[in-house]
């Protein structure tokens, strides 16, 4: 049994958070809150324009996050994301200068937005070869022009991230060598994510 309130799923772009999150919801018939990024009006631009507009970017997806936090306050039961709410602070400090980077937390604290903290992450791999041929394939209109290099980045920033971070258990799984669509391997992350995991776990089913 999962005894875990609030489940984020976290990774750099294309590695199957999504996916994941419904797999996981329809097994053991959770809530869940999905990130919606398409729904950003700034983003197609932010990848066509080599994130030329990141402040509108970032600004939409801060105020966006404070009225998803909403339903993990007032969740009843276990609820799993396909992202982790501080996410946001890792990509404004990778895509703002340091002025825009000042404001926008400024902006944040003058909401008096603090982040939920999830019971439990589960930290996606992939090396950035196989991200992008996921993008390709996924052809998505809005990632058509996302760059190798952005996505290189993006994986930089999360690796450094989740090798310092300590405020939650991380269950750390990389794609590239685990299929967790495979129902065997599926089955032993759901056995894995009901016996309690405390620090940092790798997931290798290979190895049990």
């Keep these: 049994m999962i005894n875990n309130k609030y489940i984020a799923i976290e990774g750099a772009i294309g590695v199957g958070k999504t996916t994941l999150a419904r797999t ?13 990024y398409i729904e950003n009006p700034f983003l ?13 970017t970032q600004l939409y997806f801060l105020l966006k996050r404070i009225e998803q936090s909403e339903k993990i306050n007032f969740a009843d039961n276990t609820l799993i994301s396909d992202f982790y709410f501080g996410k946001d602070e890792l990509f404004a400090k990778l895509n703002l200068s ?17 982040p939920p903290i999830p019971d439990l992450i589960i930290y996606l791999q ?8 996921r993008i390709k394939k996924r052809g998505l209109d809005i990632e058509k ?8 980045s993006v994986n930089d920033v999360y690796m450094k991230h989740f090798h310092e971070y300590k405020e939650s258990p991380v269950l750390i799984i990389n794609t590239s060598n685990v ?5 065997d391997d599926y089955q ?15 997931f290798n089913p290979a190895s049990k």
């Design 24 to 36: 996981i919801s329809n097994t053991i018939k959770c809530q869940t809150l999905f990130e919606d």
């Design 44 to 56: 197609k631009k932010f990848y066509d324009d080599n994130q030329i507009n990141s402040f509108s």
């Design 98 to 114: 340091e002025l825009e980077f000042q404001m926008y937390n400024s902006i944040k604290s003058k909401l008096n937005f603090i």
């Design 126 to 133: 992939a090396s950035t070869d196989i991200l992008m041929e």
């Design 145 to 152: 022009h996302i760059k190798k290099e952005y996505i290189e």
């Design 179 to 183: 299929n967790i669509n495979n129902n």
């Design 188 to 202: 032993m992350l759901i056995k894995e994510m009901s016996s309690g995991i405390n620090g940092k776990k790798y």
